[in-house]
Nanobody
Framework: QVQLVASGGGLVQAGGSLRLACAAS????????MAWFRRAPGKEREFVAA????????IYADSAKGRFSISRDNAKNTVYLQMNTLKPEDTAVYSC??????????????????WGQGTQVTVSS
């Protein structure tokens, strides 16, 4: 069992940056691949980025490539999402998720077993 608590959201102007954090409680944090998803108002949930349990591999949605960076600190049981050059279309509730690390990194929400509560990111134009 893993409990996830996301934080770091807020209001930022276009072009600005935010760093989201997702703290996990429970055992063996490194046994989980971690991912960030987002849901904008009126839209479907969308994959943003994922990172291997060991931290050695990452994948990104096309919308995130070159602007966002996912990382993790297994000693702190925390995964981060550094978001730069934010755009109004990045406005959404961002949620972290955990899935087993014996599965290759993927962008399918159904493959992640544990979810945090989400943190609101609002980018003004």
């Amino acid at each position: 069992q893993v409990q996830l608590v996301a934080s770091g959201g807020g209001l930022v102007q276009a072009g600005g940056s935010l760093r989201l954090a997702c703290a996990a409680s429970g055992r063996a944090f490194s046994a989980y691949n971690m991912a960030w998803f987002r849901r904008a108002p009126g839209k479907e949930r969308e994959f943003v980025a994922a990172i291997r349990g060991s931290g050695t591999d990452t994948i990104y949605a096309d919308s995130a490539k070159g602007r966002f960076s996912i990382s993790r600190d297994n000693a702190k049981n925390t995964v981060y999402l550094q978001m730069n050059t934010l755009k109004p279309e990045d406005t959404a509730v961002y949620s972290c998720a955990a899935g087993p690390n014996y599965i290759s990194l993927h962008n399918n929400a159904a493959g992640y077993d544990y979810w945090g509560q989400g943190t609101q990111v609002t980018v003004s134009s």
